[in-house]
């Protein structure tokens, strides 16, 4: 990870990634970003996609909206996500 410039961290919401993110953040904040934020009400990022399409659990803000769309525009460019 030393060549990139920044890394997006997509780890667990529970505690070990949380504190995963926090030990990789402590050693160059300027590299490493949690995005966790975007699917917060989740476990994992896992979760979150399995239940894309359903009511979130709490209100999303505006980041995690455009994220979301984001996503399932990706999935039915490569037809994974069938249409309603």
């Not at 997509?10 to 995005?35: M, N, P, R, W």
């Not at 209100?59 to 399932?72: E, T």
Request: glycine letters at 2%; one cysteine or more.
């Amino acid at each position: 990870m030393q060549s990139y410039k920044s890394v997006n961290l997509y780890l667990d919401c529970d505690a070990t990634g949380q504190k995963c993110s926090q030990k990789a953040i402590a050693l160059d904040h300027a590299k490493f970003v949690d995005e966790s934020a975007l699917y917060k009400n989740y476990k994992d990022m896992n979760d979150w996609a399995v239940h894309i399409g359903q009511s979130p659990k709490q209100s999303m803000n505006i980041k995690q909206f455009l994220f979301h769309q984001f996503v399932i525009n990706l999935f039915r460019s490569i037809k994974l996500f069938k249409n309603e």
